[in-house]
T-cell receptor, first 115, second 114 residues
Framework: AQSVAQPEDQVNVAEGNPLTVKCTYS??????LFWYVQYPNRGLQFLLK??????LVKGSYGFEAEFNKSQTSFHLKKPSALVSDSALYFC?????????????FGSGTRLQVQP | DAGVIQSPRHEVTEMGQEVTLRCKPI?????LFWYRQTMMRGLELLIY????????DSGMPEDRFSAKMPNASFSTLKIQPSEPRDSAVYFC????????????FGPGTRLLVL
């Protein structure tokens, strides 16, 4: 079985400061990992993904995420937060070694960036 | 590229009525997913199709829910009869079945069953 944990319901950060949104995962095989962002009354937008290779993945809007196999983590980061980054962020995982193509999502973390 | 298109965007209905949600995937994508989002349960996969064939419907709540994909450019999710506990946002997502299969989501249908 595959699962994702986002331990923080909400993260607050001041504009211009670095931000981190945490994600840990569990799969039996090798993971494919994703981050999505959801703005109010909108669908989920794809931010970035980890497949294999470089542990630091760069995505849209200046976001990046670091894959850490030993800690089974895939934390989302941004060096300097913007007020417009305020949204709901979802981490998702798929086990690349199974035939099941569906993603398992975390519960989401609300990011609030204060001006 | 138009992205994934869903209709209606909002639906209000009374308990016992039939509800049909519609989805048009991104052209060229051959996998389609239906998700439901609620405050209590988060994002749940209901069913997914590959090449118009249902592959995994283990997330479909009960027999009141059914989904079809008659062709590569159209899918429906039907609830009959609807109940207040079905109130949620329903998302459709599509992907191209390569090794990774990044999913792209539609804007969702917000359903309220009174």
């Amino acid at each position: 079985a595959q699962s994702v944990a986002q331990p923080e319901d909400q993260v607050n950060v001041a504009e211009g400061n670095p931000l981190t949104v945490k994600c840990t995962y569990s799969v039996s095989g090798n993971p494919y990992l994703f981050w999505y962002v959801q703005y109010p009354n909108r669908g989920l937008q794809f931010l970035l993904k980890y497949i294999t290779g470089d542990n630091l993945v760069k995505g849209s809007y200046g976001f990046e995420a670091e894959f850490n196999k030993s800690q089974t983590s895939f934390h989302l980061k941004k060096p300097s937060a913007l007020v417009s980054d305020s949204a709901l962020y979802f981490c998702a995982v798929r086990d690349s070694d199974t035939g099941r193509r569906a993603l398992t999502f975390g519960s989401g973390t609300r990011l609030q960036v204060q001006p | 590229d138009a992205g994934v298109i869903q209709s209606p965007r909002h639906e209000v209905t009374e308990m016992g009525q039939e509800v049909t949600l519609r989805c048009k995937p991104i052209s060229g994508h051959n996998s389609l997913f239906w998700y439901r989002q609620t405050m209590m349960r988060g994002l749940e996969l209901l069913i997914y199709f590959n090449n118009n064939v249902p592959i995994d419907d283990s997330g479909m709540p009960e027999d009141r829910f059914s989904a079809k994909m008659p062709n590569a450019s159209f899918s429906t999710l039907k609830i009959q009869p609807s109940e207040p506990r079905d109130s949620a946002v329903y998302f459709c997502a599509s992907s191209f079945r390569d090794r990774v299969e990044t999913q792209y989501f539609g804007p969702g249908t917000r359903l309220l069953v009174l």
